[in-house]
């Protein structure tokens, strides 16, 4: 598998938090990419020997599982001396709908406005600011807050009492935006992801093919969750995501049919490819 170690690029990450890794693997091999919205459990000796695979000791692995049971994420089950985890049915749906912008099109418009929302005529302030930054609006001031078009309208009594406008597009504007999503930082890391996983080609044993593909998706997945999915017009110039996105969509299918070998060996739902 010439190109960097997918292994080297994972362990780089100061901290490595197996509770996000166990997440990837939950939505990536359990539901198989979001697309099974009811999975069947898996086996601790079968996630034991995945989160080996990918360099993760047991303890860790037990601890990390535990704390996404504490958490509601996961569900423990028993069946005599044996184990397995399985997702609650509220991570489902939270995991079904981060599958479809992680493995969806590129849902970036070509161009698009950006709504205001000021709060100073509501009764109360706090719920409405909760119910926006729910909504992906970020805040500008204490009482005004900025979203992208395609963000819904929040469904909510005090809707009523928020004054929504379109905002014109300036530099200012655009600066604002650019600050408020930290945009630069992100494109900064999507193009990390772009140098460490374009170069990785070449025929992959099943081992290697799911190393590339659990870390390949990780990776990924923490980056496009951050994006906001901004109109083309607010991004810079050199904006890296769509460039990320076809190297992540490469990638997963070039692991697919072997990485199902492995799986379909170690108790997994064998995804379809």
């Known amino acids: 598998m010439p190109g960097p170690n997918p292994l080297t690029i994972l362990h780089s990450q100061a901290p490595l938090r197996v509770w996000s890794l166990i997440v990837t693997i939950f939505g990536d091999v359990v539901m198989d990419r979001g697309r099974d919205h009811h999975p069947a459990p898996v086996w601790t000796s079968d996630l034991m020997a995945l989160l080996a695979l990918l360099g993760i000791d047991a303890g860790h692995a037990r601890t990390n599982l535990s704390r996404l049971v504490a958490n509601g994420t996961l ?8 184990t397995d985890y399985r997702l609650s049915t509220a991570s489902a749906a939270d995991f ?13 418009q070509p161009a698009g406005d950006m709504i205001l929302a000021a709060l100073d005529l509501c009764a109360d302030r706090k719920a409405a600011r909760l119910a926006l930054e729910a909504d992906g609006f970020r805040f500008l001031s204490s ?90 017009a607010m991004l810079p110039a050199d904006w890296q995501g769509h460039a990320a996105r076809a190297v992540f969509m490469r990638q997963i299918k070039r692991t697919a049919r072997s990485s199902d070998v492995w799986f379909s060996r170690h108790g997994f739902h064998t995804p379809t490819s």
């Open 96 to 108: 079904a709908r981060a599958a479809a912008v992680i493995y969806g099109a590129d849902t970036h």
């Open 75 to 82: 569900q423990r089950g028993k069946d005599g001396r044996r």
């Open 143 to 232: 009482t005004l807050a900025m979203a992208s078009r395609h963000e819904r309208v929040p469904d909510m009594p005090l809707t009523n009492e928020v004054i929504f406008a379109v905002a014109t597009s300036t530099p200012a504007l655009r600066s604002a935006v650019n600050k408020l999503w930290h945009l630069d930082d992100l494109n900064h890391a999507y193009s990390r992801f772009v140098t460490a996983f374009d170069p990785v080609t070449g025929a992959l044993e099943p081992e290697e093919a799911v190393i590339l593909r659990i870390v390949v998706t990780h990776m990924f997945r923490r980056l496009v969750l951050r994006d906001p999915l901004l109109p083309a």
